[in-house]
């Protein structure tokens, strides 16, 4: 069983960078699909990045491609989500999720995080 452990999240302005980090403990995050989604108030939870096998497998969704970056550190047991040019729209929960499927799909992701709150405002 793996648990993760968001952290990294806060008030930026729009424009601004933030870093999420994922922690894994339990087991080695080696094999799995590891993924961000986001969660806005009285929104449905949306697919954000995802990686697998150290970039053999990598995915962004639309709205933050080109600003967002996911990389993994399996050495430490951790995943990063580097996001830059953030937009209000960006703020939301950000969860951390591991699986075994490469998919967008939240269901497909036997595992996450608690989530950390990201709120862009100027």
């Known amino acids: 069983q793996v648990e993760l452990v968001e952290s990294g999240g806060g008030l930026v302005q729009p424009g601004g960078s933030l870093r999420l980090s994922c922690t894994a403990s339990g087991r080695s995050i080696a094999g799995y699909v590891m993924a961000w989604f986001r969660q806005a108030p009285g929104k449905e939870r949306e697919f954000v990045a995802a990686?697998?096998?150290?970039?053999?497998?990598?995915y962004y969704s639309d709205t933050v491609k080109g600003r967002f970056t996911i990389s993994r550190d399996n050495s430490n047991n951790s995943v990063v989500l580097q996001m830059n040019n953030l937009y209000k729209e960006d703020t939301a929960v950000y969860y951390c999720?591991?699986?075994?499927?490469?998919?967008?799909?939240?269901?497909?992701?036997?595992?996450w995080g608690q989530g950390t709150q990201v709120t862009v405002s100027s």
């Open positions: 999720a591991a699986g075994f499927a490469t998919s967008r799909v939240a269901s497909l992701y036997s595992h």
């Open positions: 990686e697998w096998e150290q970039k053999s497998w990598i």
